[in-house]
């Protein structure tokens, strides 16, 4: 993994041999995850496919070629039936080796007139000068005691500048209802969805916002 929502990961992370990513707006997870596969001599054609709760289509699978160096020829496309897996000729765009040129050209004449969007370190659609929870995705803002701080990071409910076992007694107390200010994921009840968010930020402060 070289980015999580934009920013290094955990040295535990970085380093770890995986093929399955986690994205989304959980404690531990991302909405945009940048990695790096090494294939060596495991030449040929591999997979790549997203799930969701409610399973569409919609761009959720690919195929991709580890070719060998000079290969002419393209790999044929594995065809499922009945009867068992059968080949038919895969068709390709002609750049689809030494990638489309003329629009990279394009691109790079453009120039200054391409407009360069404001930081966004955890990709969630609003710029870190104005995000109330720079390292956690929350494009909804929700920030329900207004203190600067999105509710997705800031389980400091006693607003004393660090979470601690004070905030873990107002959130036992909240247990299963509904205070807007303890739900921290925003799905209505206090739950062990929020619960994770409390505990991953133990002991540090709340944010950091826009301010910070």
Known sequence: ILKRGGKAPPEWEKWARKDVYRLGRSFDSARRIDVALRFREFLGTFMEHCHNTQHEDHAMLLRF?????????????????????GYVPSYALP???????????????AGSSIP??????DDDGVADDIDNCREFPNSDQRDSNSD??????????????????SDFMQFRMGWGSDNPDIDLNGD?????????ILVNRFFGPPGPGATQ
């Open 95 to 109: 750049t689809f080796r030494s990638g489309d040129l003329k629009a990279k050209e394009d691109y790079d004449a």
């Open 65 to 85: 070629d580890a070719e060998s160096p000079g290969q002419v020829r393209v790999m044929p496309a594995p065809m499922p039936t009945w009867d068992g897996v």
């Open 188 to 196: 209505g009840t206090i739950n062990f969805g929020d619960f994770g």
């Open 148 to 165: 600067g701080y999105g509710n997705w990071c800031d389980p400091d409910f006693d607003n004393d500048g660090i979470v601690n076992f």
């Open 116 to 121: 360069v969007p404001s930081p966004d370190g």
